[in-house]
């Protein structure tokens, strides 16, 4: 269960989420992942206790650091910066999100890392780009990805204010993007020999995820209209609320093809002929009626009862609005394989997966996020029998 990356050295120097969930991910898939923590280690420790959490609990730091070693290294010492000169010199791969300017201070930037280790594959995750003005603005991703992209625009109805991203969605999106790039970087390094830097930004994964409106806007200059619950040009293609107060989605992307399997499910088939609602364009127009009288229907059952004449129909796509709850309970997440089991003194613990598997070469979580410093000595051993 070692994974397709058994063999790679990664040394990384990551701090909070992006930079870690790259080389977190590469770990996973098998990789041996040296995370270089300064003596008050990584900020992302800090996570548990941000959260409130007792007993040293950190999840999100788990998550992210799982089957990495760590090693404390000074690097504004001559002594610290030398012994991880000397870790990349001898890696594959060297993974930071940490500024380009204070890179360059320590002379870990990449034309003074590819001159000591030319096969290096240097993955660099930015908040704005490797050049430009703001190269070296400091940035989250609720910054950078979230709001500067246009997502939270996007995302918000006229006159209200903008919604609050989820911890790490950017840092891990892009963390995903930098994984795949460094996988792409070795694959060239095998036919030609030589290594190069890989990079990607916050911001570039934030327009990339609005791609679509992005594009659109780009290329015709027009907008796409933000959809509004009461009034989408295809009710099919909207959220409703059962009995229970448990909200579903309906989603008839394709207008024609889905409305009769929606009218049978709802007990209207007369609505197929009706004039109102006979053609697509006629639910447009008179979608806030349609829509009303969809949420007074869907409001006489509870969402299970629906789920049952729902999934009657084939040509009906739906899905439940789930809750954190309600992912832990259900049974496709788990036969999708949505956890794994990570060892942990002795036992094991559920964690999140990371989201591909490969079935020639299955990987398996080695162990918990290490402690800050654990692998030091281990570390500096190997080092010295090079």
Not at 5 to 23: D, H, K, S, T
Not at 164 to 182: C, E, N, P, S
Not at 246 to 261: C, M, N, Q, T, Y
Not at 328 to 355: I, K, N, Y
Request: a negative charge.
């Amino acid at each position: 269960m070692a994974g397709p990356l058994e063999g790679i050295r990664v040394v990384e120097l990551g701090v909070w989420v992006a930079g870690p969930a790259a080389g977190g991910i590469l770990a996973d898939w098998g990789a041996d992942v040296v995370k270089i923590e300064p003596p008050t280690g990584d900020p992302g420790r800090l996570f548990g206790r941000m959260l409130g959490l007792d007993d040293d609990a950190n999840p999100p730091f788990e998550m992210d650091n799982r089957s990495k070693r760590s090693i404390v290294l000074d690097l504004t010492t001559d002594g610290g910066l030398a012994t991880a000169r000397q870790l990349i010199s001898g890696a594959d791969v060297f993974i930071t999100n940490v500024r380009p300017d204070a890179l360059g201070r320590l002379d870990l930037d990449y034309p003074n890392v590819a001159a000591l280790n030319p096969g290096l594959v240097y993955g660099l995750i930015t908040g704005y780009g490797e050049t430009g003005p703001e190269t070296n603005r400091p940035a989250y991703d609720v910054a950078a990805f979230w709001a500067r992209s246009g997502i939270a625009d996007l995302l918000t109805r006229p006159g209200d204010s903008p919604p609050f991203q989820r911890g790490g969605m950017g840092d891990h999106m892009t963390g995903m993007a930098l994984a795949a790039a460094i996988n792409a970087a070795l694959v060239a390094r095998a036919r030609t020999g030589e290594g190069q830097l890989v990079t990607t930004s916050l911001y570039r994964q934030g327009t990339y995820a609005v791609s679509f409106d992005l594009n659109t806007f780009l290329l015709t200059g027009r907008p796409i209209a933000i959809g509004q619950r009461e009034s989408m040009f295809n009710p099919c293609m909207n959220n409703y609320l059962a009995a229970d107060g448990k909200r579903f989605w309906i989603v008839g992307l394709e207008a024609d093809r889905h409305w009769p399997s929606l009218c049978r499910a709802v007990g209207h088939p007369e609505w197929l002929t009706e004039s109102r609602f006979a053609t697509a364009r006629d639910r447009a127009i008179n979608s806030r009626e349609l829509i009303a009288t969809l949420d007074a229907i869907f409001a006489t059952r509870t969402l299970t009862e629906w789920a049952e004449a729902f999934d009657a129909e084939p040509e009906l796509f739906w899905s439940p609005v789930n809750s954190m709850e309600d992912v832990l309970g259900d049974e496709q997440f788990h036969a999708a394989g949505g956890l794994v089991d990570v060892p942990d003194d002795g036992g094991s613990l559920p964690m999140v997966a990371t989201p591909a598997d490969f079935h020639g070469t299955p990987w398996a979580p080695r162990w918990a996020a290490p402690k800050l410093g654990e692998h030091t000595e281990e570390i500096l051993a190997e080092l010295q029998q090079r």
